[in-house]
């Protein structure tokens, strides 16, 4: 029998429903697994709404006291999906408190909060996962395999957007999202962290940035709700001022010579959940877009010339990463089995004493990048990606 771990999930909202989707899942499509993750204790600030949330996910138990269910003995793991200024605090005490932890992305607001978190993570040695998710999408867990196995030879670019439009309506309330203080910065964080995440795994480490920013709104009406998020509606008469970013784009280059460029805003007309990427080798090219994540294109030198062209692998195969786990060939999955799968992997990890990633570090490598382009875009000046 597997051994059961008791889960105390921080947040209830978007992540914290995907998370505990996940987790009730993955036993079940994952029979090996030789630990079993229990919802213990869902975790937040206001009690009815929390405890709404826990008959709906399948908690056994609520608080809103983080810190007094973080150091209860009988927790194994704390998963943080709250808003990214609680992130360090979270996550520091939990890992002082000898947990394993899972944070959701950024892994916090700014680059010494990260060092913070990192510092208390070597202390702890207990596992921890940035939730990074699309690397755990079958279609660019193929992609890295490609690279890897040499397919597309040398990479010399790598093109990434992350396109959404939530926030268009200048009536849309000034959610957390949109406040510097709760969020660190807008789509830059948010988006931008996603594809910084899945470069740095697929092309290699990132050496410096140049990048700028704008916000087109910038003031909207106040929130009714302090937590409220993407879904908010309406708002209040009196406005306040935006403090993030609406738009970051930036461009790179990798420590191994490839160059790069990253794009992510919330003002792309009809781009919902556009995150797409490009890349180009000496011998090949692949592309991927998540409105259509069960499907890899790929180009490469090694198919007959007269033959030659961009081809699209259904990744539906049993043996594509993670999808002997599913249903019978060419019977797709969506967005929410990528939690699942980087929950596999974790729990695994934490069963046999494995690494996992992206763990804290290479959480805050990514933190690092995302601070340079934000000083870039200050200074108007390229700027070296601090070393962790
Ligand atoms: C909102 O922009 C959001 O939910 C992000 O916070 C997620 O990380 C991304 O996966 C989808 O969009």
């Not at 360090?88 to 944070?103: F, T, Y």
């Not at 990528?338 to 069963?351: G, I």
Request: glycine share 8%; with cysteine.
């Amino acid at each position: 029998m597997a051994k059961q771990l008791n889960v105390a999930l921080l947040g209830y909202q978007f992540m914290g429903k995907a998370h505990s989707n996940a987790f009730r899942q993955v036993n079940r499509f994952f029979p090996d697994l030789d630990v079993e993750p229990v919802l213990k204790c869902l975790v937040g600030r206001n009690k009815d709404a929390v405890t709404a949330a826990a008959a709906e996910y399948g908690f056994e138990e609520v608080d809103t006291n983080w810190k007094r269910v973080v150091n209860r003995p009988d927790i194994d793991i704390v998963d943080v999906c709250t808003p990214g200024k609680l992130h360090a605090p979270m996550v520091i005490e939990a890992l002082n408190a000898g947990k394993h932890v899972i944070c959701e992305k950024p892994l916090t607001n700014t680059l010494a909060e990260s060092r913070a978190v990192l510092k208390a993570a070597k202390k702890s040695r207990k596992k921890t996962l940035t939730a990074y998710n699309y690397r755990r999408v079958p279609a660019v867990a193929l992609a890295k395999q490609l690279i890897d196995e040499g397919r597309i030879g040398q990479i010399y670019h790598w093109r990434a957007v992350y396109l959404q439009d939530w926030i268009m309506d200048p009536d849309f309330p000034l959610v957390w999202r949109l406040k510097k203080s709760e969020a660190g910065s807008g789509p830059h964080g948010d988006l931008n962290a996603h594809i910084t995440d899945l470069a740095m795994h697929l092309v290699g480490e990132i050496d410096s940035v140049v990048g700028m920013t704008e916000t087109f709104i910038k003031e909207r009406p106040l929130a009714d709700a302090i937590d409220a998020g993407l879904g908010a509606k309406g708002g209040s008469k009196k406005k306040g001022k935006v403090t993030v970013e609406d738009a970051c784009l930036f461009l790179a280059r990798f420590k191994n010579g490839a160059l790069g460029s990253f794009e992510a805003t919330r003002f792309a007309k009809g781009r919902r959940n556009h995150n797409r990427f490009e890349i180009n080798g000496s011998k090949g090219s692949i592309v991927f877009n998540l409105e259509k994540m069960n499907e890899l294109q790929l180009f490469s030198d090694d198919d007959d010339s007269h033959v030659q062209g961009f081809r699209e692998i259904i990744v539906g195969e049993g043996d594509h990463p993670y999808m002997g786990a599913w249903w019978p060939p060419g019977h797709i999955i969506g967005w929410e089995h990528t939690f699942t799968h980087e929950f596999r992997d974790f729990l695994e990890a934490v069963a046999k004493n494995r690494k996992v990633t992206p763990d804290f570090q290479d959480g805050a490598r990514v933190q690092a990048v995302l601070e340079a382009v934000m000083g870039s875009a200050k200074s108007k000046r390229w700027q070296k990606v601090a070393k962790i």
